[in-house]
């Protein structure tokens, strides 16, 4: 075996680091990991090209996919575009993990209209999972304004009620 020296203190060992200075296995913040690094740059690369400058400034370099309502609060909605915006590193770094009301009831909205148009389970829970976020923040969600059948939608019709 070939002993190294140690990055820190220069010690031969057998890794980068001696066992006094080792780095602590740090597990990564919640919801901050990516669980498909692929699926996320595909996301990332189109939605960038899709808006080619940050939301806030209007800058054009260094472009970032942000998430509206956090990881940390609702990682059910890592992958929803939805709930994706394009900011400048400085503006998503400024930001951090903090969201309003507002933005979360914005994000609730589209989501409610994409699983108007194509209603699917996964629908169904990031819905759930941005009410809860709006909830958390202490506002009140506004509920879902069609229902997971459609029964109501078609009794309002036979009445001869017009739906928007």
């Known amino acids: 075996?070939?002993?190294?020296?140690?990055?820190?203190?220069?010690?031969?060992?057998?890794?980068?680091?001696?066992?006094?200075?080792?780095?602590?296995?740090?597990?990564?913040?919640?919801?901050?990991?990516?669980?498909?690094?692929?699926?996320?740059?595909?996301?990332?690369?189109?939605?960038?090209?899709?808006?080619?400058?940050?939301?806030?400034?209007?800058?054009v370099d260094q472009?970032?996919?942000?998430?509206?309502?956090?990881?940390?609060?609702?990682?059910?909605?890592?992958?929803?575009?939805?709930?994706?915006?394009?900011?400048?590193?400085?503006?998503?770094g400024r930001r951090q993990d903090r969201y309003t009301i507002d933005e979360a009831q914005h994000v609730l909205q589209r989501l409610q209209t994409t699983y108007r148009r194509r209603p699917t389970r996964q629908g169904r829970e990031r819905i759930a999972a941005a009410q809860k976020a709006i909830y958390d923040q202490g506002g009140h969600p506004e509920q879902a304004t069609s229902p997971p059948d459609g029964k109501a939608q078609r009794a309002m019709n036979l009445t001869g009620v017009n739906t928007v």
Request: glycine share 4%; aromatic share 4%; net charge positive.
């Open 1 to 59: 075996m070939t002993l190294k020296p140690c990055l820190q203190c220069g010690e031969p060992t057998d890794q980068s680091r001696c066992p006094d200075h080792r780095l602590k296995d740090r597990p990564l913040a919640k919801g901050h990991a990516h669980t498909n690094p692929a699926r996320w740059k595909r996301l990332s690369k189109r939605l960038r090209n899709n808006a080619p400058f940050c939301e806030h400034c209007g800058a």
């Open 63 to 92: 472009l970032q996919l942000d998430h509206i309502i956090p990881l940390s609060a609702a990682p059910e909605l890592t992958y929803a575009d939805e709930n994706c915006r394009v900011l400048c590193k400085t503006c998503n």
